[in-house]
């Protein structure tokens, strides 16, 4: 009489049950069976679980549509069999349910500020908890997308715009300030050095320009009339 077997693959396992009671949990590799038995295969693999995108209400009240997905595996075979008829609805339940409860204690102005940076080891524990009592290991819980109103996100740009409005005046105002001070520095250096003030007047002037200079009263032999010198750049 042939010998009845069954092959196990890696990263699986398989539950073998005789007369609907568990007989033996089976492990990679080939294994034999009896005529009357009964085996469950149980992927061990990671999974990923998405998350249909929710309408959820912050803590002021405004609506927002969150998309998240779930990484998750089996830890536990016979209660991922015995427990629950389907399993990945529970987790996929409990994973919405956690992201509610997060966007619950959050105001849409931090959503704005954090973007899609919520609470996700939070919410990843809510999640974890629910799930291991029907034998599912969660990883993580990714949140995808947080998409707010246009109305919430157009006020949230005019913000930013304003802000950056605002940095730019006060820098121009910082630089003209500066400039104003360094010129009148400048005007008091001029003031109490009135020959730097010719000196300058002379290096400012462009090239071709003709420059008259008044030096002032001459010798008494000059009789008292004032010299002039002519200085062409």
């Not at 995808?144 to 105002?173: C, F, S, Y």
Request: glycine share 6%; proline share 4%.
């Amino acid at each position: 009489m042939s010998v009845l077997t069954v092959t196990v693959g890696p990263r699986e396992c398989a539950l073998r049950y005789r007369r609907g009671l568990l007989e033996q949990v089976l492990t990679p590799g080939r294994h034999r069976r009896g005529w009357r038995t009964k085996i469950v295969r149980v992927d061990l693999r990671e999974h990923l679980l998405t998350l249909s995108p929710q309408e959820v209400l912050t803590a002021d009240g405004i609506s927002t549509k969150v998309t998240a997905a779930v990484r998750w595996s089996v830890a536990e075979p016979v209660a991922f069999v015995e427990v629950s008829d389907d399993p990945v609805a529970r987790v996929y339940l409990a994973g919405q349910v956690a992201l509610r409860e997060a966007l619950a204690r959050i105001t849409a102005d931090e959503l704005v500020t954090r973007g899609t940076a919520l609470p996700r080891e939070e919410i990843t524990a809510a999640t974890a908890a629910v799930a291991s009592s029907v034998g599912i290991a969660v990883a993580e819980v990714v949140v995808k997308d947080v998409i707010l109103p246009p109305e919430v996100r157009g006020a949230a740009a005019e913000l930013v715009q304003a802000r950056q409005r605002g940095a730019a005046q006060l820098e121009l105002a910082r630089a003209e300030t500066a400039a104003l001070r360094s010129l009148a520095n400048g005007a008091r250096l001029l003031d109490a050095h009135p020959a730097l003030a010719r000196l300058r007047l002379v290096q400012s002037a462009p090239a071709g320009t003709q420059l008259v200079l008044h030096l002032g009263d001459v010798d008494a032999s000059a009789k008292g009339v004032a010299g002039a010198a002519d200085v062409t750049d």
